[in-house]
């Protein structure tokens, strides 16, 4: 009688044996952070009673605008423009499309890292004729070392829960069987940072408003792992 190698390997058996218990915990940290970027919402707005003076009015100031967050050089990491329209607008009253003015809008967003920027530089733009500020949205980047530390705290908090049942029990840790993130095998969508913070636009009269005075939010970072481990048999 012949046996096929994949006959001839031992079935896993999922809770252990007597010969070689199983322990099987999870191990989570939870940590707090300094933001690492700051991400502000610029929308430029413009009317005119022709799509030419809307249009020649947005231009105007989204260059404005982009000169402005332009003069902060490295302060700012990333600039982008994003939505853009011209949208007519219908008289109320009278028969007929008829058309009273058209809205321009224009939508920039920018990276910051140098925070002792962002509460003057917020303030000027807010200081702009029909431009709104909205942010700041404080956040870590993908590839920061925080995730990575709550990772490794995880990890750590795992092996150390294992010894611990290991020693109520009067015996140690013999090896790992397995060690895996929270929702390995079923991913979960990624849900959006809430915002740190609304700023709306400011029109100041006079002399040059005050630097806004911003105190970035705390991030917080959870890292879940499931840690499976046989240990030697107890005498009980």
Do not use: C
Request: aromatic share 4%; glycine share 6%.
């Amino acid at each position: 009688m012949t046996i096929s190698s994949e006959e001839a390997q031992p079935t896993a058996v999922p809770y252990g044996t007597p010969d070689a218990p199983r322990i099987a915990v999870r191990g989570e940290a939870h940590l707090e952070f300094d933001p690492e970027t700051a991400r502000i919402g610029v929308t430029v707005l413009a009317r005119g009673k022709d799509r030419r003076a809307a249009l020649d009015d947005l231009t105007r100031r989204n260059t404005t605008v982009l000169d402005l967050l332009k003069t902060y050089g490295e302060a700012v990491e990333r600039l982008e423009t994003g939505a853009f329209s011209i949208t007519p607008e219908l008289k109320e009253k009278g028969r007929g499309e008829r058309i009273q003015a058209y809205h321009g809008r224009v939508h920039i967003t920018a990276d910051l890292t140098d925070f002792t920027a962002l509460g003057e530089l917020t303030t000027r733009l807010a200081d702009l004729d029909l431009t709104r500020v909205d942010g700041p949205w404080w956040s870590l980047r993908p590839d920061s070392p925080a995730h990575r530390k709550a990772r490794q705290k995880a990890v750590k908090e795992a092996v150390q829960r294992a010894r611990e049942y290991a020693e109520a029990l009067g015996t140690t840790l013999a090896a790992l069987v397995e060690l895996a993130d929270i929702g390995a095998e079923a991913p979960q969508p990624l849900h959006p940072n809430a915002p740190g913070g609304l700023m709306r636009s400011v029109q100041a009269k006079g002399a040059d408003a005050a630097p806004l005075d911003l105190e970035p939010q705390r991030q917080r970072v959870h890292a879940q792992v499931n840690a499976r481990f046989t240990m030697h048999p107890p005498r009980l």
